[in-house]
Nanobody
C-alpha cells in the first residue's frame, strides 16, 4: 500500500519562504499526478497546485500563481512545493495527494504538514 509522507512545514514571517516535500513510500506506486491542498479550521480543503509525472506540467490555484513552484523532486517518487512571498493567509495544514489516472480522484493523501505565516 502506498503512503505519502509530507514534510517541510514550519513557522515563517510574511514575505519568507518554505519548501514542502512529499515522498511516496510503498511497494508499488502508480501515479499520474501529484497535488497539494491546504485546509484551515472551519473551511473546506482547497486546491493549491498539481503536477503530472509524465511531462512535469503544472497547474496552480490563483492564490499560488507567481509565488509557488511545484516540481518533481530529486529523489524517485517525490515532489517539492517551493513557496515564496508567503502571506498570513497562506497559513494552513498542507496535504499532498496522488491521482492514479487522468481525471481520477485524489485517492491517497499524506498526513499533512502545518505552515504558519506570521504578520
Amino acid at each position: 500500500q502506498v503512503q505519502l509522507v509530507a514534510s517541510g512545514g514550519g513557522l515563517v514571517q510574511a514575505g519568507g519562504s518554505l519548501r514542502l516535500s512529499c515522498a511516496a513510500a510503498g511497494r508499488t506506486f502508480n501515479s499520474y499526478a501529484m497535488g497539494w491542498f491546504r485546509q484551515v479550521p472551519g473551511k473546506e480543503r482547497e486546491f493549491v497546485a498539481a503536477i503530472t509525472w509524465s511531462d512535469g506540467s503544472t497547474s496552480y490555484a490563483e492564490s499560488a500563481k507567481g509565488r509557488f513552484t511545484f516540481s518533481r523532486g530529486n529523489t524517485k517518487n517525490s515532489v517539492d512545493l517551493q513557496m515564496n512571498s508567503l502571506k498570513p493567509e497562506d497559513t494552513a495544514v498542507y496535504y499532498c495527494a496522488t491521482a492514479q489516472t487522468p481525471g481520477s480522484s485524489w485517492t491517497v493523501w499524506g498526513q499533512g504538514t502545518q505552515v504558519t505565516v506570521s504578520s
